[in-house]
C-alpha cells in the first residue's frame, strides 16, 4: 500500500478510537501507541528521511498535520474525561466535605517587628515619615559628620565592625541617617522635616542579656525654624504614653551625645513593677527607653542647615529593650534563637 494512504488509515483509526475513550488509562495507552516515542505517528514521521525524494515533502507535510491534529484531540479528550471524573467524584460523594480542614500553620510576626510597628504608627500619627538609610555605611557619616571626629574618646561608646574596604563600616547606630535625611529631605537646608529612621545597628560588642552584636534602632529627626527643647519632651513623652499606657510617668536625665546639645536620655516608669522596684528594673522603679536630645550645630551645619536659623531634635530608641519591656522578657538572646517556643508566645 501506498505510505501515504497507510498514514491516513492510521490517522482514521486513532481518531475513532480516541472517540470512544472514556478513562484516564486506556487514553494513556492510546497516547503511547499513537504519539509516544514508538508510536504509529511518531515512526512514520522519522521514517519520512528514508522515502524517496519525490514523495518526502508531501509525506513530511501531511504526517506533521496529522501529529498535530492528535496531540490537539488528545488534549481535548483528557480535558474532558478529567472533568467527567471530578464530576463523578464529586456525586458519588467521595469528597466529604464536612470534614474538618487541615490546620495550616500560619507564620507570626517577631516580636521585634510587631514592636517596630507599633512605634511606627504612633510616629506616623504624629506627622513622621519613614526614611530608609543604608546599614553600610562610611565613617564620614557614622561618625565625623555627627560631630565624632577621628581619635575621639567618644568613639568608644560605638564598637564597630569595619569592612576590608577602609572607610567602610556596619553603621553603629541609625544617626547617621540624619545627615542623609537632611539632605535628601531637607534639600539642603531649605525645608523642615520630620522622619523616623528604623533599622538594623551592629555592634562588635560583648554578647551579654542586654546587648546584641546586631538589634534595631528608631532614630527620630525632626528640624524646623522654631523647634525648642519643651517640643522635644512633649513629643517623647506623647509616644510613652501611647507605647507604654497614659499613666505611665517619663523622666529626661542629663546625659551626653556628640551630635546633640543639650542631650539627655529617657526613662519610662518600670511597666512590670509600676515604680515600686524589681529585677527588670534593677530596682530603680524606672526603664531607660532612648537617648535624645537637641541636633548639635555643627551637625545641622554638616545636614546643610544654617543653624543660627534652624533648630531641630533627634532620638534614638532600641526597640528590642522596649519589648523586653512590654512582655518582660529577660534576656535579649531569645530574640535571634529562632526558637518557636519562645516566638510563639507573641
Ligand atoms: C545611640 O546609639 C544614639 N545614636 C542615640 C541617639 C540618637 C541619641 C539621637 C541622641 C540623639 P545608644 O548607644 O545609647 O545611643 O543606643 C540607643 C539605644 O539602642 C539604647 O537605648 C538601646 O535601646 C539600643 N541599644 C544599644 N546597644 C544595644 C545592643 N548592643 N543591643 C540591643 N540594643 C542596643
Same mark, same amino acid.
Given at each position: 500500500m501506498h505510505m501515504l494512504e497507510q498514514l491516513e488509515q492510521t490517522y482514521h483509526r486513532a481518531q475513532a478510537e480516541l472517540d470512544g475513550i472514556r478513562d484516564k488509562d486506556t487514553l494513556a495507552d492510546w497516547e503511547r501507541r499513537y504519539l509516544g516515542k514508538k508510536g504509529d505517528i511518531t515512526v512514520a514521521l522519522r521514517s519520512t528521511g528514508q522515502m524517496p525524494k519525490e514523495e518526502r515533502a508531501a509525506f513530511g507535510?501531511?504526517?506533521?498535520?496529522?501529529?498535530?491534529?492528535?496531540? =490537539?484531540?488528545?488534549?481535548?479528550?483528557?480535558?474532558? &474525561?478529567?472533568? !467527567?471524573?471530578? $464530576? @463523578?467524584?464529586?456525586?458519588e460523594g467521595e469528597l466529604?466535605?464536612?470534614?474538618?480542614?487541615?490546620p495550616v500553620s500560619m507564620g507570626g510576626l517577631h516580636p521585634t517587628t510587631q514592636t517596630l510597628r507599633e512605634i511606627s504608627a504612633i510616629w506616623a500619627e504624629m506627622g513622621f515619615q519613614v526614611y530608609r538609610s543604608p546599614d553600610?555605611?562610611? =565613617?564620614?557619616?557614622?561618625?565625623?559628620?555627627?560631630? &565624632?571626629?577621628? !581619635?575621639?574618646? $567618644? @568613639?568608644d561608646m560605638w564598637d564597630t565592625f569595619h569592612t576590608t574596604t577602609p572607610g567602610v563600616l556596619l553603621r553603629t547606630h541609625t544617626s547617621p541617617g540624619q545627615i542623609r535625611a537632611m539632605h535628601e529631605l531637607g534639600h539642603d537646608g531649605t525645608e523642615p522635616i520630620r522622619v523616623i529612621l528604623p533599622g538594623m545597628c551592629y555592634r562588635y560588642e560583648q554578647i551579654s542579656a542586654r546587648s546584641e552584636v546586631q538589634f534595631n534602632q528608631v532614630e527620630g529627626l525632626a528640624v524646623g525654624r522654631n523647634i525648642r527643647l519643651s517640643d522635644l519632651k512633649g513629643t517623647i513623652a506623647e509616644f510613652a504614653r501611647h507605647m507604654f499606657g497614659e499613666d505611665k510617668r517619663v523622666r529626661f536625665r542629663g546625659s551626653y551625645f556628640p551630635f546633640t546639645e543639650p542631650s539627655m536620655e529617657v526613662d519610662v516608669e518600670c511597666i512590670l513593677c509600676e515604680g515600686h522596684g524589681c529585677p527588670v528594673c534593677k530596682y530603680?522603679?524606672?526603664?531607660?527607653?532612648?537617648?535624645?536630645?537637641?541636633?548639635?550645630?555643627?551637625?545641622?551645619?554638616?545636614?546643610?542647615?544654617?543653624?543660627?536659623?534652624?533648630?531641630?531634635?533627634?532620638?534614638g530608641m532600641g526597640p528590642e529593650r522596649m519589648t523586653m519591656i512590654k512582655h518582660g522578657i529577660k534576656d535579649i538572646r531569645y530574640f535571634w534563637q529562632d526558637d518557636l517556643r519562645f516566638l510563639e508566645q507573641f
Open positions: 507535510k501531511r504526517a506533521n498535520e496529522i501529529k498535530n491534529a492528535l496531540t =490537539d484531540a488528545f488534549t481535548a479528550r483528557e480535558t474532558d &474525561i478529567q472533568a !467527567h471524573e471530578l $464530576a @463523578r467524584t464529586l456525586e466529604d466535605v464536612t470534614l474538618p480542614g487541615r553600610v555605611e562610611d =565613617d564620614e557619616t557614622n561618625f565625623n559628620l555627627l560631630n &565624632i571626629p577621628p !581619635h575621639h574618646p $567618644a @568613639r530603680t522603679g524606672w526603664l531607660e527607653i532612648a537617648g535624645c536630645g537637641m541636633v548639635h550645630p555643627v551637625v545641622l551645619q554638616n545636614g546643610g542647615y544654617d543653624p543660627t536659623e534652624w533648630s531641630g531634635f533627634a532620638f
